[in-house]
Protein backbone atom coordinates (compact mmCIF):
# COMPACT_ATOMS: atom_id res chain seq x y z
CA UNK A 1 0.00 0.00 0.00
CA UNK A 2 1.06 3.23 -0.65
CA UNK A 3 2.68 5.30 2.56
CA UNK A 4 4.03 8.51 3.04
CA UNK A 5 6.71 8.87 5.59
CA UNK A 6 7.59 12.22 7.97
CA UNK A 7 9.59 13.25 10.09
CA UNK A 8 7.69 13.29 13.60
CA UNK A 9 9.11 16.28 14.80
CA UNK A 10 11.18 19.52 13.38
CA UNK A 11 12.28 22.53 15.15
CA UNK A 12 13.37 26.15 13.71
CA UNK A 13 14.19 29.32 15.15
CA UNK A 14 11.81 32.64 14.92
CA UNK A 15 12.84 34.03 11.53
CA UNK A 16 14.68 30.85 10.22
CA UNK A 17 13.44 28.54 7.43
CA UNK A 18 11.87 25.34 8.37
CA UNK A 19 11.69 22.37 5.97
CA UNK A 20 9.41 19.97 6.21
CA UNK A 21 9.15 16.82 4.15
CA UNK A 22 7.14 13.88 3.23
CA UNK A 23 7.97 10.64 1.35
CA UNK A 24 6.72 7.86 -0.47
CA UNK A 25 6.99 6.18 -3.58
CA UNK A 26 6.20 7.46 -7.05
CA UNK A 27 5.41 10.78 -4.93
CA UNK A 28 6.28 12.91 -7.97
CA UNK A 29 3.77 11.03 -9.80
CA UNK A 30 0.99 12.77 -7.85
CA UNK A 31 -0.07 16.11 -6.66
CA UNK A 32 0.42 16.15 -2.76
CA UNK A 33 -1.19 18.89 -0.27
CA UNK A 34 -0.28 20.30 3.23
CA UNK A 35 -2.28 20.73 6.12
CA UNK A 36 -1.79 22.86 8.92
CA UNK A 37 -3.32 21.94 12.83
CA UNK A 38 -3.31 23.95 15.82
CA UNK A 39 -4.28 22.35 18.87
CA UNK A 40 -8.07 22.39 19.08
CA UNK A 41 -8.60 23.92 15.59
CA UNK A 42 -9.52 21.84 12.03
CA UNK A 43 -6.71 21.28 9.27
CA UNK A 44 -5.62 24.23 6.93
CA UNK A 45 -4.94 23.65 3.64
CA UNK A 46 -1.21 25.77 3.51
CA UNK A 47 -0.32 24.01 0.01
CA UNK A 48 -2.13 22.36 -2.71
CA UNK A 49 -0.56 20.64 -6.16
CA UNK A 50 2.50 20.54 -4.77
CA UNK A 51 3.01 24.59 -4.62
CA UNK A 52 0.19 26.13 -5.56
CA UNK A 53 -0.99 28.48 -2.32
CA UNK A 54 -4.66 29.28 -1.32
CA UNK A 55 -6.05 32.28 -0.79
CA UNK A 56 -5.06 34.05 2.21
CA UNK A 57 -2.38 31.76 3.14
CA UNK A 58 1.06 34.16 3.53
CA UNK A 59 3.79 33.96 0.80
CA UNK A 60 6.17 32.61 3.13
CA UNK A 61 4.51 29.05 2.66
CA UNK A 62 6.02 26.98 -0.35
CA UNK A 63 6.07 23.40 -1.50
CA UNK A 64 7.64 21.14 -4.56
CA UNK A 65 7.26 17.89 -5.26
CA UNK A 66 10.18 15.82 -7.14
CA UNK A 67 10.95 11.87 -7.23
CA UNK A 68 9.91 10.44 -4.33
CA UNK A 69 10.52 13.60 -1.48
CA UNK A 70 7.84 16.44 -1.47
CA UNK A 71 8.70 19.96 0.67
CA UNK A 72 7.29 22.25 2.56
CA UNK A 73 9.04 25.18 3.42
CA UNK A 74 8.76 28.05 5.76
CA UNK A 75 10.61 30.80 4.83
CA UNK A 76 10.73 33.71 7.95
CA UNK A 77 9.07 31.21 10.04
CA UNK A 78 7.18 32.57 12.82
CA UNK A 79 5.85 31.69 16.57
CA UNK A 80 1.89 31.48 14.75
CA UNK A 81 3.55 28.90 12.55
CA UNK A 82 4.10 26.23 15.11
CA UNK A 83 1.27 23.51 14.61
CA UNK A 84 1.35 19.90 13.47
CA UNK A 85 1.51 20.02 9.44
CA UNK A 86 0.35 17.22 7.48
CA UNK A 87 1.48 15.95 3.65
CA UNK A 88 -1.29 14.61 1.42
CA UNK A 89 -1.49 12.71 -1.57
CA UNK A 90 -3.23 9.59 -3.65
CA UNK A 91 -2.86 6.54 -5.18
CA UNK A 92 -4.79 4.53 -6.73
CA UNK A 93 -7.97 6.02 -5.70
CA UNK A 94 -7.20 6.41 -2.29
CA UNK A 95 -6.72 9.76 -0.43
CA UNK A 96 -3.10 9.08 1.99
CA UNK A 97 -1.89 11.28 4.71
CA UNK A 98 1.37 11.30 6.10
CA UNK A 99 1.90 10.54 9.63
CA UNK A 100 2.10 14.61 10.43
CA UNK A 101 5.14 16.45 11.75
CA UNK A 102 4.90 18.76 15.07
CA UNK A 103 7.17 21.92 14.00
CA UNK A 104 7.92 23.65 16.87
CA UNK A 105 9.10 27.75 16.54
CA UNK A 106 11.90 27.75 19.46
CA UNK B 1 -18.16 32.01 3.54
CA UNK B 2 -18.59 28.33 3.37
CA UNK B 3 -18.94 26.56 6.88
CA UNK B 4 -19.35 23.07 7.63
CA UNK B 5 -21.23 21.67 11.14
CA UNK B 6 -20.56 18.19 12.11
CA UNK B 7 -23.35 16.55 14.14
CA UNK B 8 -24.45 13.45 15.80
CA UNK B 9 -23.66 11.35 19.16
CA UNK B 10 -20.80 11.44 20.93
CA UNK B 11 -20.83 8.54 22.51
CA UNK B 12 -21.46 5.04 20.59
CA UNK B 13 -21.39 1.29 22.16
CA UNK B 14 -19.04 -0.99 20.32
CA UNK B 15 -21.13 -3.28 17.45
CA UNK B 16 -23.13 -0.26 16.99
CA UNK B 17 -23.49 1.92 14.29
CA UNK B 18 -21.37 5.17 14.13
CA UNK B 19 -23.91 7.66 12.38
CA UNK B 20 -23.12 11.66 11.69
CA UNK B 21 -24.22 14.45 9.84
CA UNK B 22 -22.17 17.46 8.07
CA UNK B 23 -24.01 20.46 7.52
CA UNK B 24 -23.16 22.62 4.61
CA UNK B 25 -23.97 26.49 4.49
CA UNK B 26 -22.58 29.42 2.45
CA UNK B 27 -22.36 27.83 -0.72
CA UNK B 28 -23.66 24.96 -3.13
CA UNK B 29 -23.55 21.18 -2.70
CA UNK B 30 -23.21 21.00 -6.08
CA UNK B 31 -20.42 20.34 -8.38
CA UNK B 32 -18.07 19.25 -5.14
CA UNK B 33 -16.59 16.45 -3.44
CA UNK B 34 -17.65 16.07 0.50
CA UNK B 35 -15.56 13.70 2.43
CA UNK B 36 -15.03 12.48 6.05
CA UNK B 37 -11.84 12.42 7.40
CA UNK B 38 -10.40 11.29 11.34
CA UNK B 39 -8.07 11.66 13.74
CA UNK B 40 -7.89 9.21 16.39
CA UNK B 41 -6.46 10.54 19.68
CA UNK B 42 -2.77 11.02 19.38
CA UNK B 43 -2.52 9.80 15.98
CA UNK B 44 -2.62 11.33 12.19
CA UNK B 45 -5.20 12.21 9.68
CA UNK B 46 -7.06 8.90 8.06
CA UNK B 47 -9.20 9.51 5.05
CA UNK B 48 -12.61 7.30 5.28
CA UNK B 49 -14.34 8.05 2.09
CA UNK B 50 -16.01 10.50 -0.29
CA UNK B 51 -19.57 11.45 -1.89
CA UNK B 52 -19.72 13.74 -4.91
CA UNK B 53 -23.13 15.31 -5.02
CA UNK B 54 -24.26 13.20 -7.92
CA UNK B 55 -24.06 10.46 -5.42
CA UNK B 56 -20.77 8.79 -6.65
CA UNK B 57 -18.73 7.07 -3.71
CA UNK B 58 -15.34 5.77 -3.10
CA UNK B 59 -13.95 4.83 0.34
CA UNK B 60 -11.07 3.63 1.96
CA UNK B 61 -9.70 0.30 1.72
CA UNK B 62 -9.73 -0.36 5.05
CA UNK B 63 -12.95 0.58 6.06
CA UNK B 64 -14.89 -0.18 2.74
CA UNK B 65 -16.76 -3.14 4.25
CA UNK B 66 -18.11 -0.98 7.45
CA UNK B 67 -18.58 2.50 5.62
CA UNK B 68 -21.28 4.83 3.76
CA UNK B 69 -21.93 7.94 2.90
CA UNK B 70 -25.11 9.89 1.41
CA UNK B 71 -25.95 12.73 0.19
CA UNK B 72 -29.08 15.05 0.92
CA UNK B 73 -28.91 17.96 -1.79
CA UNK B 74 -31.95 19.79 -1.46
CA UNK B 75 -31.19 19.71 2.55
CA UNK B 76 -27.38 20.54 1.48
CA UNK B 77 -26.06 17.67 3.75
CA UNK B 78 -24.08 14.48 3.55
CA UNK B 79 -24.08 11.55 6.39
CA UNK B 80 -21.78 8.72 7.37
CA UNK B 81 -22.38 5.77 8.76
CA UNK B 82 -20.02 3.27 10.11
CA UNK B 83 -21.14 0.20 10.92
CA UNK B 84 -19.93 -2.27 14.13
CA UNK B 85 -17.27 -0.01 15.88
CA UNK B 86 -14.76 -1.00 18.08
CA UNK B 87 -12.10 0.76 20.48
CA UNK B 88 -10.28 1.85 17.43
CA UNK B 89 -12.68 4.04 15.73
CA UNK B 90 -12.48 6.54 18.54
CA UNK B 91 -11.58 9.61 16.95
CA UNK B 92 -12.27 13.25 15.98
CA UNK B 93 -14.40 13.33 13.04
CA UNK B 94 -14.12 15.68 10.27
CA UNK B 95 -16.47 16.47 7.23
CA UNK B 96 -14.39 18.35 4.52
CA UNK B 97 -15.12 19.90 0.63
CA UNK B 98 -12.92 19.59 -2.05
CA UNK B 99 -12.60 20.42 -5.71
CA UNK B 100 -10.87 17.18 -6.85
CA UNK B 101 -11.64 13.82 -5.90
CA UNK B 102 -8.97 12.74 -4.12
CA UNK B 103 -7.71 15.81 -1.90
CA UNK B 104 -7.51 19.61 -1.74
CA UNK B 105 -9.55 20.24 1.02
CA UNK B 106 -10.35 23.42 1.59
CA UNK B 107 -12.87 23.72 3.53
CA UNK B 108 -13.34 21.39 7.04
CA UNK B 109 -16.02 21.28 9.62
CA UNK B 110 -14.64 22.09 12.90
CA UNK B 111 -15.01 18.13 14.00
CA UNK B 112 -16.63 16.19 16.13
CA UNK B 113 -15.00 13.62 18.96
CA UNK B 114 -17.13 10.33 18.95
CA UNK B 115 -16.10 7.69 21.50
CA UNK B 116 -16.42 4.03 21.37
CA UNK B 117 -17.34 2.29 24.61
CA UNK B 118 -19.59 0.45 26.60
Known amino acids: SFELTQAPSVSVSPGQTASITCSGDKLGDTFVSWYQRKPGQSPVMVIH???RRPSGIPGRFSGSNSGKTATLTISGTQAMDEADYYC?????????FGGGTKLTVL | QVQLQESGPGLVKPSETLSLTCTVSGGSIRSYYWSWIRQPPGKGLEWIGYIYYTGSTNYSPSLKSRVSVSIDTSRTRFSLKLTSVTAADTAMYYC????????????WGQGTLVTVSS
Open chain 1, 88 to 96: QAWDSSTVV
Open chain 2, 96 to 107: ARSNAALGDYDY
Open chain 1, 49 to 51: QDS
